[in-house]
């Protein structure tokens, strides 16, 4: 799962993927000051989502999942051949 923020708008997009379903999903979320609200807006995600989020919140808000920490790692052939 990744996070992209969009702060002048206090909204943030969610990017995962469900691995039981095969299916990514994205979604947008009210987090004004970097603090999402999970219960503004949600009622029409699928609940099993709001929990796993509501589990994860502190992580989220904090930035751990934000796209701007990742570092690109790209796949050297010769070194695994």
């Not at 702060?7 to 979604?27: I, P, Q, R």
Request: aromatic share 18%.
């Amino acid at each position: 799962m990744f996070v992209f923020r969009f702060k002048h708008l206090s909204y943030l997009y969610c990017v995962g993927m469900d691995y039981t379903k095969k299916a990514m999903f994205v979604v947008n979320l009210y987090s004004p000051n970097d603090d999402v609200q999970l219960d503004f807006n949600t009622a029409h995600y699928p609940s099993e989502l709001i929990r796993h989020l509501k589990e994860e919140k502190t992580k989220i808000d904090s930035g751990f999942y934000s796209i701007t920490t990742w570092e690109m790692q790209l796949y050297d052939e010769q070194s695994h051949s």
